[in-house]
T-cell receptor, first 114, second 113 residues
């Protein structure tokens, strides 16, 4: 069974629309993350959360908003979508929010903005 | 800022060949270094890490040694198999970077049977 569930697996969106990417982890981890992968930037850090608190935000645009309703949930809301947002978005988690923890990644949500 | 450089974008080998993928880093302080592997359609998977100078990390026949002098963490495997075909990422995590990992650009390994 997958330890990190990302939904949907594929997503096609119209420019200017809004979408929410879902992430749930069943590893009992305390820290969760979002990364983006595209041809331009292979694995780009976006956000980190520890105990449901934002720890680090490397996303320049406020169009990207993480949402943590439960300890094991970290959704990503993207507003005013642009074609440049097309990428695969990976959710990840780790036991502790330190750089010595092993990260577990989900299988990703592949977003195409047309 | 902190960064990771992987010089090989693609590597093509035959089964039983020796593999080296180069990874060099630039960071202040004493970062932790990682290798991840990504198969098509999947997220990256943790291979191993090293946290101090001269420490060797290893998993599934792959290994790398943390070298602070040369700021390197090169991935090696003595005899590759077709099933090793994947993209390999070197990554760096430093305490002054908060909770994030910084990844290199990745090296695509293709092993012919």
């Amino acid at each position: 069974d997958p330890k990190i569930i990302q939904k949907p697996k594929y997503l096609v969106a119209v420019t200017g629309s809004e979408k929410i990417l879902i992430c749930e982890q069943y590893l009992g981890h305390n820290a969760m993350y979002w990364y983006r992968q595209s041809a331009k930037k292979p694995l780009e850090f976006m956000f980190s959360y520890s105990y449901q608190k934002l720890m680090d935000n490397q996303t320049a645009s406020s169009r990207f908003q993480p949402q943590s309703s439960k300890k094991n949930h970290l959704d990503l809301q993207i507003t005013a979508l642009k074609p440049d947002d097309s990428a695969t978005y990976f959710c990840a988690s780790s036991q502790e929010g330190t750089t010595n923890s092993d990260y577990t990644f989900g299988s990703g949500t592949r977003l195409l903005v047309i | 800022g902190d960064s990771v450089t992987q010089t090989e974008g693609q590597v093509a080998l035959s089964e039983e060949d020796f593999l080296t993928i180069h990874c060099n880093y630039s960071a202040s302080g004493y970062p932790a270094l990682f290798w991840y592997v990504q198969y098509p359609g999947e997220g990256p998977q943790f291979l191993f890490r090293a946290s101090r100078d001269k420490e060797k990390g290893s998993s599934r026949g792959f290994e790398a040694t943390y070298d602070k002098g040369t700021t390197s963490f090169h991935l090696r495997k003595a005899s590759v198999q077709e099933s090793d075909s994947a993209v390999y990422y070197c990554a760096l995590g430093a305490s002054n970077m908060g909770y994030k990992l910084t990844f290199g650009t990745g090296t695509s390994l293709l092993v012919d049977p």
